[in-house]
Structure formats: C-alpha cells, structure tokens
C-alpha cells in the first residue's frame, strides 16, 4: 500500500522516538530530529510506502548518534512482558489451530508507539476478525510442503511459537526475521540474545533493515524462498504495507491488528480490526 498524508505525521512521531532512544545526548538528538525532518519532508511522498521512508529515516538517526539498535531497551522490555505472560498460556491452546493463530495475532498489539499499560489492555481483550480466511488457509495447510513466517516485534515471538509448532505439523516452517535491527523488530541476534534459537527449526533473515520487507533490498536468499514457498504467513502490519505491492498470488496470509487508520481503511475494516487475510 502506498503512503497517504496521514503517515506524514506519523512519521515524524517516528524520527522523534527513534531519537530519543537512540541517545541522552541533547546535541546529537536534536542533530539527529533535525536531519531526519528534513529528510522526511524531502523523500515523502504519496507515490511511496510508508515502509520505503521510515527505512531511510531509521538509517539517519543511527548514523547521527552512533547508536545501532536505538530499540534495544524496548525490545528486551517486550520480551519480558511476553514471557511473564507465556506461563500463562502453554497449556491452553494445545491442538488447536485456531486457538494459535488468535494468540500469534494477540500479540500483535504490541506496538512501540504504546507503553507497557497499553499493550497489557490490548491483550486483555477478545479477538474478533473483521476478515477471517482461516478456513482457506486450513485447505492451503493441506497440500502445503513449505512454509516461510515472516516475524514481526521482538515480544511477538513468544505469541508465534505456538502456532509455529502446530504449523510444521503440516509443513516445514521457517521462520523469517530482520537482518539487522530497525524499530523493535526481531533480529537474528535478538533471537539469539534472548535463547530463542533452540525453539525454531529453521531460521533465516530478510536481508533487510526494513521494517515488513522492501523486495528491491531483500536478500537473494529471501527472494528465492519467497517464491518457491508454498505458503508465507505475514505477521503485522509492515508486511502488508510492503507485500500488497505485489500482485495477489493467493498464498500469503496476513495476520495483523489494523492499528491506524491507512492501513484499516486499505483493508475495507475499522481501526483496531484484527485481520486474517489470504491473498
């Protein structure tokens, strides 16, 4: 989906917050706010994702303050919140598929625009799709033999191994992650900071720094693994502002909290709207 005039404040908001966690030093966070408006209000454009613009401004505010991973400290918050909550569930949604696939959503209301408080209220509440093609991705599951999960947020993880096991009991799956650190995406190093790699078969990285994943800077490998899957499931909302680019190819899933406005009205759904759709 292209970029609409709502996401150019939003996206100021982001240079804004990629700078205040980047650095406590008032200098280089001003230096840092004020190249990467000025960057914002040069490259914007409607013609554009979003995704393609908060790349290129991420990439500012680390050069400026020197710092590679200005949400490090968030991301290991997430994490802890999901694995205080993780006791909870381990024994309530086994055998279920669909049981799994609300709880990897669930734990798309994590958000690094949202404090702690917000997020435990999000999760609290029920899980109700706007658009729901769960049934088709059962039929999919059937015949599929390769199956690529595309991850989203650091805490998320948590909320996909779940489902990520009840899916390899039709496929193999493997599990797509950033390959260096933009926003509180989960990196390779992050699954390995956080011992997370014992509990994925298979994992490989988009190539990108990106949030969702731009295919003119994805990795070969990625690329190649795209398209040869049987079926991709793409969890948040980066990856439908990046993979709805393409043309439909009836095989990649979306499972994502419409959490603006742009990207609900792109669906046809409400704000807030949980989303599972295949296309």
Same mark, same amino acid.
């Given at each position: 989906?292209?970029?609409?005039? =709502? ?7 982001? $240079? ?99 404090? /702690? @408080? ?54 193999? $799956?493997?599990? $797509? $992650? ?13 699954? =390995? ?21 731009? /295919? ?6 990625? @690329? ?16 439908? =502002?990046?993979?709805? =680019? ?34």
């Amino acid at each position: 989906m292209k970029a609409t005039k =709502e996401c150019y404040p939003c996206l100021a908001n982001l $240079v804004r917050q990629a700078a205040e966690l980047a650095t406590d030093d008032y200098r280089l966070r001003v230096e840092a706010i004020d190249q990467g408006l000025k960057l914002l209000g040069r490259k914007f454009s409607t013609d554009k994702t979003s995704i393609a613009v908060a790349t290129m401004l991420h990439r500012v505010v680390r050069e400026v303050t020197g710092n590679a991973d200005p949400y490090s400290r968030m991301k290991e918050a997430e994490v802890g919140l999901a694995k205080s909550l993780r006791r909870g569930w381990q024994n309530n949604h086994e055998g279920n598929l669909r049981n799994r696939i609300i709880l990897a959503v669930r734990g798309n209301n994590i958000d690094f625009f949202k404090d /702690m @408080k917000q997020i435990k209220e999000g999760l609290r509440l029920p899980v109700e799709f706007a658009i729901d093609d769960t049934p088709q991705l059962e039929k999919k599951l059937e015949k599929a033999e390769s199956i690529l999960y595309l991850a989203d947020n650091a805490g998320e993880v948590f909320f996909d191994l779940p489902l990520v096991e009840s899916l390899e009991d039709f496929a193999p $799956v493997t599990y $797509v $992650v950033k390959y260096s650190p933009v926003q509180n995406d989960i990196t390779l190093d992050d699954l =390995e900071k956080f011992g997370l790699t014992e509990e994925l078969s298979r994992v490989i990285t988009t190539g990108t720094d990106t949030p969702g994943v731009d /295919m003119a800077m994805a990795s070969q490998e990625f @690329k190649a693994e795209f398209e040869t899957a049987d079926l991709v499931l793409a969890k948040g909302m980066g990856y439908w =502002e990046t993979l709805s =680019e393409l043309p439909p190819q009836g095989k990649v899933f979306y499972l994502l909290k419409a959490k603006c406005k742009p990207v609900a009205d792109s669906l046809g759904v409400t704000l807030n709207s949980y989303v599972a759709l295949l296309r």
